[in-house]
């Protein structure tokens, strides 16, 4: 019976390829008990990094929308003429580039869901993903009546503004913290030795979330600081699957 090879390096970071099932690492002694992850093949690796591109090249895209506010806010300080194209700029970008993410956020974090990653992995990315675009749906479905019902609002409409204030960046966030925690958990399963800033940034971005929510809700200066680092946090975490995808990729046979 041909035993198969060793795929990823080693829970103490021992290189081992080339070695068997059954084998001992050289380093640790630890008796090999699997070739790797089952999620560890040539066709899933290939999507995870694709998917992974796809998910944080629209979050750092997205950090044009302050760029432009910050240029808006400086032309109209120099220029009355200037700043009501820069603040046009602004108001398209945003109009653009967020939904432009959402979308690709939730497609490929759906992609990545594929069953090879665990029944438990694949159920949390997609509720994640599905109560992120129910948060985000609402958010926009509140604005649109907002903007038709100028003047028909009745005072009981106040709550439901409230509750969505606090709500909707809650539920957005918390799934967030859990997509970032249930692909972290890929680099910890496979033992990948990412390089640099890809093993060191992803779990401080994570956790960086918890502190978004409350920042969010601060008037204008946490409406324009949150939201970068909560853009930032996600490309970070998102990144690391790339990372993880393309060192396994190396170590495949």
């Not at 700043?83 to 046009?88: E, M, P, Q, V, Y």
């Not at 966030?173 to 990948?192: H, K």
């Amino acid at each position: 019976m041909t035993r198969a090879p060793r795929q990823l390096p080693c829970r103490c970071g021992y290189d081992l390829r080339g070695r068997f099932v059954g084998d001992a690492c050289p380093e640790c002694g630890w008796v090999i008990d699997a070739p790797g992850p089952k999620w560890c093949t040539a066709d899933c690796l290939h999507r995870l990094a694709r998917m992974s591109t796809l998910a944080w090249v629209p979050c750092l895209l997205l950090l044009v929308v302050p760029a432009l506010f910050v240029l808006g806010v400086t032309a109209s300080s120099f220029s009355a003429g200037g700043s009501d194209r820069g603040w046009l700029l602004t108001f398209i970008a945003f109009l653009v580039l967020m939904p432009l993410q959402i979308v690709t956020q939730a497609v490929a974090v759906w992609r990545m869901a594929v069953p090879a990653l665990g029944e438990a992995r694949v159920r949390n990315l997609r509720i994640a993903m599905a109560a992120r675009l129910a948060a985000f749906g609402s958010a926009m479905a509140l604005i649109v009546w907002d903007a038709v019902s100028i003047g028909a609002r009745s005072g009981g409409f106040d709550g439901l503004y409230i509750a969505a204030y606090l709500l909707v960046p809650l539920v957005a966030i918390g799934s967030d913290f859990v997509t970032l925690g249930v692909l972290g958990s890929l680099r910890r399963e496979s033992s990948a030795l990412v390089p640099g800033w890809h093993a060191v940034m992803p779990p401080f971005a994570r956790w960086a979330l918890i502190g978004v929510y409350p920042l969010i809700l601060v008037p204008f200066f946490g409406w324009f600081f949150g939201p970068i680092l909560w853009t930032v946090a996600l490309s970070i975490g998102f990144a690391q699957v790339g990372a993880v995808a393309e060192v396994c990729r190396k170590q495949l046979p």
